[in-house]
């Protein structure tokens, strides 16, 4: 019963704040579909850019796209993934590459460009190159965490005004009341994003790399944790504004370096520990092995470590506002 009431109580005060509302329903859809129609359209051949004055260079390969340049591109370009990387020849035909990938994949274009007509398949470069679907979950995980931190601000403003004291004068436990906001933010960001992936399938007839089963499966995951997270974020934090901010910084940060706009690799050990340990980067390690066939048992580990930083972040909110309702701050 307390369920409904939440839902109801939090749909008539969404129905009130007019720019979430049309964000929700009009603005996430739209960037959505957006997203997911570009994002399959995207080559997903590893590219490389040739620096060259020699117009009469030519390169073949079938496993990477390749494109000749006059002018060195800006360094930014390799960031936001135009090139995997670039090679600058100079006058005595040397040549020098650029990457953020790893080293195996720079050895792999070194060994190619030195010898062309050696078959090179560059598995290091279509290994680490995703599909589309992976893409666009990617895409998702920003977008949908923002949202959902929106939906969440919810309990704070219940806490300033005191409604949420008044509720738990009557028969009903601050977890049933908890428990209900998180339903309620799932419900609200899940099926929004769901429907508009499924139209811009049918519609445009675009490949999203999952079946329906896969898609739901995955996003329910991840809006799961991101639950759990607006839910810790909201708590620790009193004032609505500060823990928007915090909430958003955090998820911004977070995705850039788990990947999810490109992906890159690197060989320094302690950021690549920390970029392991962001949920999000397991999230879309899990994703791009059922997109490529593999079966989802052999991302066992990824999947419980993504339920249990779930579960510490679930815990931590409901621990502080237990403690806050015992020190009357509430």
Known sequence: ??????FKNNLSRLLCK???LLTAIIFIPLMIIGG???TSKMDTKANIAIVTKNKNMNFNNKYVKITTL???PALSELVLNK???????SDNGSFKITTIKSDKFKNEITSFLKNPKAKTNFKEANASTRGVGTNILGFLILILAMQQIQFMLFYPEDRDLGAFKRILISPTSFIKYLFSEGIFNFVLAFIPSYLAILITKEIFKVNIGFN??????????????????ALFITSIIDDVDNAAMLGTFTVLLCSILSGSFYSFTDDNKILSAIVNAIPYKQYLTLSQGIES???ISNYSSE????LLITFIFFIIGTLVTRKNLQDGKY
Do not use: R
């Open 212 to 229: 329906y089963l896969e898609l739901a499966g995955l996003l329910s995951l991840l809006l799961i944790f991101g639950t759990s997270f």
């Open 83 to 89: 090139y995997d990387a670039v090679v600058t020849y």
């Open 1 to 6: 019963m307390i369920i409904l009431n939440i």
């Open 303 to 306: 999947i419980l470590y993504i």
């Open 36 to 38: 997911v129609y570009f």
């Open 70 to 72: 006059s002018e060195k």
């Open 293 to 295: 066939g593999k079966s």
């Open 18 to 20: 007019k720019t979430i």
